[in-house]
């Protein structure tokens, strides 16, 4: 912990948005204490039995928690469950069980612990990232069955008084939704993922949740205050009164913007006080998101990740027709504005071993994004002529992950057009002038940024990548995570080459990384030219007020300054100084 409850940072991964303010209670060991017991030979068979009867209960458990997900939250989102009921109606997986009980005449809880032990190693040296991802609802359904087997009763949360933050080493889907539900407000995990069932769920239930946390388990003890800050991925143990207050009236401000009813103002466009308007889009993932986008005043999707049709039909392919209904619901859901529909970025190693049957080292550097696509066509034609045919449907534009040369623009379009011209053969209704733009997060596209332009019809940066990709810094690791400076005035420098060369060649340019979600951040994207942002649905009003509260000229000299700097810490420094003579200047 914290010496003498000194204050302690810890960088994490953002895995859901919002911050939260609560004291600690910490779960150190959730595994179930699972002993060996020999039977005699005439006890097996009522050992079996009692097995079937755990079985039976845990199955009504995962009813349970699936009908409420669904009345709470969504039919997708209970769906979430059916593995933890595939896994207890297995026929090979409760065989197993009740073989290892008949022949090693053990206990049930023991012959449970093994056999899951078992296929759990199994699934990790499997090489199937499907796999390796169920093994956290294998362990659900473990968890489960020894609960009934042991006739153990969960403790509530609402026992405990007071904002509680969970801290573990990881969560399962159904603690997730148990502990969302009884009043937890964040999360902070060892363990977590981008694509998890808990991550999703804790984005549904709008609980901040920062994973990768290396030591927290140990740092933190039960009621040390603490901050949640699930959008830069902060979790700060004993935090100073002064970061406290600024936490709480962060929070009490997100609160009143959920409370909010839909007014003008939500839907008043963004401007300077100097008169010159920032279009502000939503970043989306999952279908629940739309209505949040609508209702924050979002004009129009900047980025919908369309990978996320993937991970939620894992291990199979989304059909042409589900990638038409999502495109379409999403077009007109936002009718009139734009809706852009980011192509298949999947992480190689995923998609390499369970599509392509390949396999890579380093899978971040390797075939994914727009790779991907121009190897694999015959897989990627179906996104394609959805897209193409949801076209009719609203303003979609489409947009390619990865691009580093003009090449791989040139292909797609070819590729393209032989989708299209498929389309016109079959008399299917479609659009074929569909504008198709390049995320720049890759150093080698921003440093031909100027050369893009003449090939794209829009540019996005995508900070995220473009900041690990040029600092050779990933940002997943903790051990190297201080080290991802996104200040850093290089990045600040390729974003305004790429601004610049948008502009001159007359397309658009929007930036749709997390460096956008970050009022303090806006003077001086502002100064460096960009005039669309593409955040999370719930960032929007916070960003219009700070919009409105400055004027283009002084972000310009802001920006001056900051490329100006040699270092990411005199950025910050600078950013500090310019913010706190905006805030004097309001308030005169």
């Known amino acids: 912990m914290a010496p003498g409850g000194e204050m302690l940072e810890l960088q994490g991964v953002p895995l859901s948005g919002g911050v939260a303010v609560g004291r600690a209670v910490c779960v150190h060991d959730r595994e179930l204490k699972v002993f060996r017991f020999p039977l005699p030979e005439d006890r097996v068979e009522s050992e079996v039995e009692r097995f079937h009867h755990a079985v039976a209960q845990a199955r009504v458990a995962v009813q349970k928690t699936a009908k409420g ?11 979430i469950f059916d593995a933890h009921q595939l896994i207890l109606s297995d026929s090979s997986f409760l065989n197993r069980v009740e073989e290892r009980i008949r022949q090693r005449q053990v206990n049930a809880e023991w012959a449970v612990y093994r056999t899951v032990e078992k296929l759990a190693t199994s699934f990790k040296e499997s090489g199937s990232v499907q796999l390796e991802e169920r093994v956290q609802d294998l362990r659900d359904v473990e968890r489960g069955l020894l609960r009934a087997l042991q006739g153990i009763e969960h403790h509530e949360l609402s026992e405990l008084a007071g904002e509680v933050v969970l801290v573990a080493p990881d969560l399962t889907p159904s603690e997730a939704v148990r502990l969302g539900r009884e009043g937890a407000v964040a999360f902070a995990l060892e363990g977590g993922g981008l694509t998890s069932h808990t991550t999703i769920i804790a984005r549904s239930l709008n609980l901040p949740m920062v994973g ?25 143990l004993h935090p100073s009164p002064e970061l406290l207050a600024a936490y709480r009236t962060q929070q009490a401000e997100n609160a009143a913007e959920r409370e909010r009813p839909l007014s003008d103002e939500n839907h008043s466009p963004a401007t300077t006080r100097d008169g010159v308007a920032v279009t502000l889009r939503s970043n989306i993932d999952l279908d629940e998101e739309i209505q949040e986008a609508t209702r924050f005043g979002a004009a129009g999707v900047g980025l919908y990740r369309s990978e996320f049709l993937y ?8 059909t042409e027709e589900e990638h038409l209904a999502t495109y379409r619901r999403l077009l007109e859901s936002m009718a009139p504005h734009p809706v852009i529909i980011r192509t298949y970025d999947l992480g190689g190693r995923k998609i390499a071993r369970e599509v392509l049957e390949t396999a890579g080292d380093n899978p971040a550097l390797g075939l994914r994004g727009i790779r991907l696509t121009l190897a694999r066509p015959d897989v990627f034609r179906t996104q394609l002529r959805a897209l193409y045919r949801a076209g009719v449907h609203g303003d979609l534009r489409i947009m390619l992950p990865m691009v580093a040369t003009i090449e791989e623009v040139r292909r797609f379009r070819q590729q393209a057009a032989e989708v299209v011209a498929e389309l016109e053969r079959e008399k299917i209704a479609h659009r074929a002038d569909i504008p198709v733009g390049i995320m720049i997060e890759v150093p080698a596209a921003a440093g031909i940024a100027d050369h893009l332009a003449l090939e794209a019809d829009f540019f996005s940066i995508g900070t995220n990548d473009l900041a690990q990709y040029a600092l050779a810094v990933d940002r997943n690791n ?15 420098r390729m974003i305004r080459f790429v601004v610049r060369s948008a502009t001159e060649a007359g397309i658009e340019v929007s930036i749709c990384g997390e460096m956008a979600a970050d009022p303090i951040h806006v003077p001086l994207l502002i100064g460096l030219g960009l005039r669309q942002l593409s955040v999370g649905p719930r960032a929007i009003p916070v960003l219009k007020r700070m919009i409105r509260g400055i004027t283009v000229r002084q972000s310009e000299v802001l920006v001056e300054r900051c490329l100006a700097a040699g270092d990411a810490a005199q950025v910050e420094q600078l950013l500090a100084q310019a913010l706190t003579e905006l805030a004097a200047t309001a308030a005169e």
């Open 311 to 318: 991970i939620e039909r894992s291990p199979e392919l989304p």
């Open 478 to 492: 903790e051990q190297v995570a201080a080290l991802y400076q996104v200040l850093h005035p290089s990045i600040l």
């Open 69 to 79: 997900v669904e009345g709470d939250l969504s039919k997708e989102l209970a769906a």
């Open 212 to 236: 990768g946390l290396a030591g927290i388990t140990e740092a933190a003890t039960d009621n040390d205050p603490l901050i949640v800050d699930g959008n830069t991925g902060r979790v700060i």
